[in-house]
């Protein structure tokens, strides 16, 4: 090959692939707005107020950013709105331990801020992030559960609350929760009204649960020792 | 040896400059790394740290390409920058934008709230990861670029002696600079927004910039070997013609999972698995020139050469084709084995390239023909050895986190503090090796042809 040809392979080569790319990119663009809800007032508000903070600094959206802290695109689904909005607002007064600073958020940016996440939950990523496969693995044909623990799978309390390492660590550790000397009693009226019995909690209601389903849950957590 | 043409000196300028911001770069790069085992250790938060880290070293390698142009172009026109004094004042503009951008962000950092919206837009901060700068500053950039380039095409002109070299540096640099715009402006939508980040970022590292270090190659290899031109042009254009081909259609390995049309496993798996294969031809070209070579007088030039070309084939090519499959990227994407790919690209591609560059050049600009070399093999060897720990390290984090967290499905945070603790350890203490051996270049950068050359035995 001569040189010159070899230049115009690359030059008209490149532009040959350009092109391929602006062609796809249009389609993309046409077919972006089908694949998400719409763009609400409060949506485009909290997107400013994610690019004000930097909150790509620490955390990944979509995958894409950092890999300091926790992936945003699904964390509406595992978080209750009311949790969020008080650990957006001051991370350590709900949860001790957290990493996250204060950042100084007011309440109306909280509240567009879970519209902008609560948004970007609703994409058609491709089935991403996918379902952890051995946890799934685990959960289904294994020992029969008690009504307790299908009532913990079922109301995602492991979304926040870790058993044996299992779990998420926004709320306290359960594993040996029934070790603390609270009864089944307690129990029931801490999942009714958190606030009841502990002041402040960020933890959500769950009144409406059946009498039955809150006695076998209590009934299960004081058994974890 | 000297320069033939005093504009070329103008180069140093911007070596001085990139070196210094590479010191800083890996200075926070270990203060990030600390701030993993404990967060509040700095008075800047995390996110402000990574900003200065990625910033740092992206600008450092521009103002390290930027040099080597303003060396390159003279050379193969054979004649002085058709403006000098435009020249140095794009130099000193640039720095006082990018020092500017620099005081912004550690303003945000110290108190978030100053970072308003001012028509429409962040005053100090856009929040967007590498393009950062906010969009008065991407005003000030584009001006620089544009002064530069128009500087470099003047130059061309007054000879019109149209290399094969100066050719496709041009057109990296072209590329690169309208591939900037896509960052530029504000979607509501995040997928779009994303959509154009990636334009910017991946038809930079995997595009345009790639570009520009197969023109440096050929152009490296002929100063130090003093290879055929001819030769060298033809592989050049078959290297960076294979880049554009598979890396235009690979940005589809980002757009996977962003909500974007599910068409792109495909596009995206295909041809951002065929990326490795140019940055292979490169090595291959290194090699079989370096086998030509009779008496080579700049040796560290030449060594930092086919390191360069053997590191950007590792980094990016191994490294990133591991995780490029949707498949697997449906498992990795987001996790520390990104960052230890990111690393390793980063290093072997651009951080060894702008070095070669210096080494090559830095020499005649200084008007010496031979120096100590002691230095500089000391420095590859600590930072080399370094980045590879450093990036097996990470390897292994993300290892163990893709396996707990998205296999096991334990809480990513679960995973960060305790079985990945140890990762963490060993990183901030290559990282303080790392450090040895640019403190090392560094220092040899400033001696280099200012000391008496100790005569060979
Ligand atoms: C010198 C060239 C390259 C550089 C400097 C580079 C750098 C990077 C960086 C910094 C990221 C992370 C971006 C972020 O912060 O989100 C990334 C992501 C990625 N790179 Fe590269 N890269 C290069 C070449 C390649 C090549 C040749 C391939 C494929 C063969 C590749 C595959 C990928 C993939 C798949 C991701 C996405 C990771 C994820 O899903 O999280 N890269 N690259
Ligand atoms: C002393 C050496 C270094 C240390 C300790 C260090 C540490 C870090 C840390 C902790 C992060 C944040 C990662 C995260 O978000 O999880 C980071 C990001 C990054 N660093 Fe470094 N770094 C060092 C040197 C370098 C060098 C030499 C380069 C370029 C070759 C580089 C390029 C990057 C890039 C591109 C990112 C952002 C993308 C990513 O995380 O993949 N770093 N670094
Ligand atoms: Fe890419």
């Known amino acids: 090959m001569s040189n010159k040809a070899a230049r115009n392979l690359f030059i008209f080569g490149s532009l040959f692939f350009f092109v391929i790319f602006l062609g796809l990119t249009v389609d993309t663009m046409n077919q972006i707005d089908g694949r998400a809800p719409e763009v ?34 699904k964390v509406v689904e595992r978080k209750p709105a009311g949790y969020l909005k008080q650990f957006l607002m001051d991370p350590r007064a709900v949860k001790p331990t957290a990493a996250m600073p204060k950042l100084g958020l007011t309440s109306r940016e909280a509240d567009d801020l879970v519209a902008f996440l609560t948004w ?102 004081v058994t974890l020792k | 040896m000297t320069v033939k043409y005093q504009s070329q000196k103008i180069a140093q300028y911007f070596y001085t400059f990139a070196v210094i911001l590479f010191l800083v770069q890996v200075l926070v790069g270990i203060i ?43 050379e193969e026109s054979e004649t002085e920058v058709w403006n000098y004094p435009l020249a140095l004042f794009q130099f000193w503009a640039t720095v006082v934008a990018i020092t500017l951008v620099v005081l912004g962000y550690i303003w945000m950092g110290l108190d978030p709230q100053a970072n308003k919206l001012v028509l429409g837009t962040q005053l100090l901060n856009e929040g967007r990861e590498y393009i950062e700068a906010p969009r008065w500053a991407d005003g000030l950039i584009v001006i620089s670029v544009l002064l530069f380039l128009f500087n470099m095409f003047m130059t061309m002109f007054k000879t019109k002696k149209w290399t094969g070299i100066q050719g496709v540096l041009l057109f990296g640099l072209v590329f690169l600079a309208l591939m900037y715009l896509p960052g530029m402006f504000y979607s509501k939508n995040m997928i779009k927004d994303q959509f ?32 055929k031109r001819e030769v060298l042009e033809k592989w050049m254009y078959i290297e960076v013609g294979l880049v554009l081909f598979t890396g235009i259609l690979g940005t589809g390995h980002h757009y996977y999972f962003i909500g974007t049309p599910k068409y792109w496993h495909w596009i995206g798996g295909f041809f951002s698995s065929l990326e490795p294969v140019p940055l292979l031809l490169m090595v291959w070209d290194a090699f079989r020139t370096t086998r030509e070579a009779r008496n080579v007088t700049n040796k560290p030039g030449l060594f930092y050469t086919v390191a360069h070309a053997i590191f950007n084939f590792v980094g990016a090519g191994l490294w990133g084709i591991i995780h490029t499959l949707p498949q697997v990227n449906k498992w990795t994407h987001g996790t520390q084995i990104t960052t230890a790919h990111g690393h390793l690209a980063f290093y072997g591609a651009y951080v ?27 420095a590859f060897w600590w930072m080399t050895i370094s980045m590879v720990f450093i990036v097996l390290t990470i390897t292994g984090a993300g290892m163990v986190q893709v396996y707990m967290e998205r296999l096991m499905g334990l809480d990513y945070v679960a995973v960060k503090t305790t079985y990945n603790l140890w990762f963490w350890i060993l990183r901030a203490i290559f990282g303080v090796g790392f450090l040895v051996g640019v403190s090392i270049f560094v220092y040899d950068f400033f001696k280099l042809g200012r000391e008496p050359a100790k005569q060979k035995a």
């Open chain 1, 40 to 73: 609400t007032k409060e949506v485009d508000a909290g997107k400013m107020v994610w690019q004000k903070y930097d909150c790509i600094g620490c955390h990944t959206i979509l995958g894409n950013g950092s890999y300091f802290a926790p992936d945003m695109t």
């Open chain 1, 120 to 221: 970007i939950s609703k994409i058609d990523t491709n089935g991403w992030p996918p379902k952890p496969m051995l946890a799934a693995a685990a959960g289904v044909g294994g020992k029969e559960q008690t009504r307790g623990q299908q009532v913990y799978q079922s109301q995602g309390c492991s979304n926040c609350h870790n058993i044996n390492g299992i779990g998420g660590t926004s709320g306290p550790e359960l594993t040996r929760v029934g070790a603390n000397g609270k009864d089944a009693a307690w129990h029931v009226k801490h999942l009714k009204e958190p606030r009841s019995v502990v002041p402040n909690s960020a933890m959500p209601p769950y009144a409406a649960l059946s009498n039955d389903d809150l006695k076998s849950l209590a009934a299960y957590l």
């Open chain 2, 32 to 74: 990030a790394a600390i701030q993993f085992i404990r967060p509040d250790i700095f008075i800047l938060n995390f996110n402000t740290i990574r900003t200065l880290h990625i910033n740092a070293l992206v600008v450092w390698l521009l103002a390290g390409m930027m040099g080597a142009t303003y060396y390159v172009v003279p």
């Open chain 2, 196 to 227: 154009w980040w990636w334009w910017v970022i991946h038809l930079w590292v995997e595009g345009s910039w790639e570009v520009i270090a197969g023109a440096l190659l050929a152009f490296m290899l002929m100063k130090t070997i003093g290879a």
């Open chain 2, 352 to 378: 060894l390239l702008v070095i070669s560059m210096i080494y090559v050049t830095l020499p005649s600009i200084r008007g010496v023909k031979d120096y100590n070399p002691a230095r500089a093999y000391l």
